[in-house]
């Protein structure tokens, strides 16, 4: 089994930074995808920024240039630097680690999600 710890959410006025992590643990062999992703009230879950080994960032329109996700292959964590946060960026945020095993079976992991608030 994986395990998916994220940290890092809280309540933060608009302007304002915070930095998510996620580490991974477990039954991991290598991997593949780590990404974020977020869900508001009333709206479906959407995709944040994402990276994959050895690839570039891939980020949301809504988020270029105010997020940065990287990503530390030694500790198997992601994190996502948010700056100049709004509003609008409040919601649950959830990582997602694409886990390859040693068969090559590839399985996707969720966090248990952190609330990120941003006030006006």
């Known amino acids: 089994q994986v395990q998916l710890v994220e940290s890092g959410g809280g309540l933060v006025q608009a302007g304002g930074s915070l930095r998510l992590a996620c580490a991974a643990s477990?039954?991991?062999?290598?991997?593949?995808?780590m990404g974020w992703y977020r869900q508001a009230p009333g709206k479906q879950r959407e995709l944040v920024a994402d990276?994959?080994?050895?690839?570039?960032?891939n980020y949301a329109d809504s988020v270029k240039g105010r997020f940065t996700i990287s990503r530390d292959n030694a500790k198997n964590t992601v994190y996502l630097q948010m700056n100049s946060l709004k509003p609008e960026d409040t919601a649950v945020y959830y990582c997602?680690?694409?886990?390859?095993?040693?068969?090559?079976?590839?399985?996707?992991?969720w966090g248990q999600g952190t609330q990120v608030t941003v006030s006006s």
């Open positions: 990276i994959r080994s050895g690839g570039n960032p």
């Open positions: 477990g039954s991991i062999f290598s991997i593949n995808g």
């Open positions: 997602n680690v694409e886990v390859q095993r040693r068969s090559g079976l590839l399985i996707n992991y």
